[in-house]
């Protein structure tokens, strides 16, 4: 064979290695099986949450645990943990392991849904894989309502608290109530629902929508207070000013007010411009949150003139809250008429005692 020759083929062989490279050739997928070891595969739950509910006292078996293998996101086998056999042959490839126990309902009462995964696991031709341990933690959302003495001492017997998720999933908490509720977990929250929940004398979602003012007020000032923020000049106040004329409910848009805020009647509520306001707040007919007006604090732009009120805070009617100092905690109910200038600690009830009253007949003139 002369040289011309061997240059030649030397020549076409790399022409071939070429063409492989760009894809003219795919390599075969990897076949075959592997092994997965269970012996190291433990359960363990990590939430120390649940020690504080009732589901706690009963013992979790772990034994119950449902495990289900992955791959691509499809269950390619099931077991119950007690029952997993020690190895576990599966083809060749990426997978996953996920633990659960319990049903994941809408809603129910002391019915926790435990659930983890593990990492990422792959099974290689002919070799054992090593399954790791999963941690598993509560996956549903658990209430617990807790009623103070006080509280119960002015609820009447049947009187209970709906909590509602999403639209349909509801748990009702009568007073005597110590279970927890658990509920499947849902994206985002709802205004609404709370607001109509807090009102037992709301006959339909439509009343409360067509026919309560203190949500018509609520409504407006939520856009006003964004306009206000994104620094629009007038607007913001026409329109609150607007509401203020056909609710009676003066909302000043620079109040910066939390979620699940609740107008009950409504009628003379002020709430000033440097108000701060938590979640989960209701106020009566009457309440105002106002400014003291000290020399200068007005002028001054970096001061505010007006209370901040915690989470949970109910204000009756009539009430009077003055000035930037004062701070209401969390957990307060402030009586009607109460009249305040200064702080109020978490979990304070105020009220103000009876006025002395003198009833006398009257006498007609013959």
């Not at 204000?315 to 930037?324: F, H």
Request: aromatic residues 8%.
């Amino acid at each position: 064979m002369n040289k011309i020759t061997i240059y030649l083929l030397a020549l076409l062989a790399l022409v071939g290695l070429a063409g492989c490279k760009e894809g003219g050739f795919e390599p075969e997928p990897e076949t075959g099986v592997g092994k997965l070891s269970t012996a190291r595969l433990m359960l363990s739950i990590s939430n120390e949450e649940l020690r504080k509910s009732a589901s706690w006292t009963r013992s979790v078996e772990l034994a119950d645990f449902v495990v289900d293998i992955l791959k691509d996101g499809e269950t390619v086998r099931t077991y119950r943990y007690a029952d997993m056999p020690g190895v576990i042959e599966l083809p060749v490839g990426t997978y996953t392991a996920k633990a659960h126990l319990g049903e994941n309902p809408e809603a129910d009462w002391e019915a926790p849904y435990y659930a983890g995964e593990s990492e990422p696991f792959a099974i290689v031709k002919d070799r054992i894989t090593e399954a790791q341990t999963i941690v598993c933690k509560l996956a549903n959302v658990r209430v617990t309502i807790v009623y103070t003495e006080e509280l119960l001492k002015h609820m009447a017997d049947d009187a209970k608290v709906n909590v509602v998720m999403g639209d349909d999933a509801t748990l009702s908490f009568a007073k005597t109530e110590t279970r927890s509720g658990y509920f499947a977990y849902l994206e985002g929250s709802n205004t609404l629902a709370a607001t109509f929940d807090g009102d037992p004398a709301a006959g339909s979602k439509e009343e409360v929508i067509f026919s309560y003012p203190g949500l018509y007020a609520i409504f407006v000032y939520r856009v006003a207070h964004e306009l206000y923020e994104s620094k629009v000049p007038l607007i913001p106040r026409i329109m609150s000013e607007y509401a203020h004329g056909a609710t009676g409910i003066d909302i000043n848009p620079g109040a910066q007010i939390g979620e699940y805020f609740f107008i009950d009647h409504g009628t003379g509520i002020v709430v000033g411009e440097t108000t701060i306001i938590g979640d989960h707040v209701k106020l009566y007919q009457g309440a105002t949150l106002g400014a003291l007006s000290p020399a200068g604090m007005a002028t001054n732009p970096n001061v505010r003139r007006h209370p901040k009120v915690g989470n949970n805070v109910v204000i009756y009617a009539n009430s009077t809250l003055l000035g930037g100092a004062t701070e209401i905690g969390d957990n307060v109910v402030v009586g009607g008429n109460a009249f305040l200038t200064s702080s109020v600690a978490p979990n304070t009830v105020v009220s103000v005692k009876n006025p002395e009253m003198t009833f006398r007949g009257k006498h007609h003139r013959g």
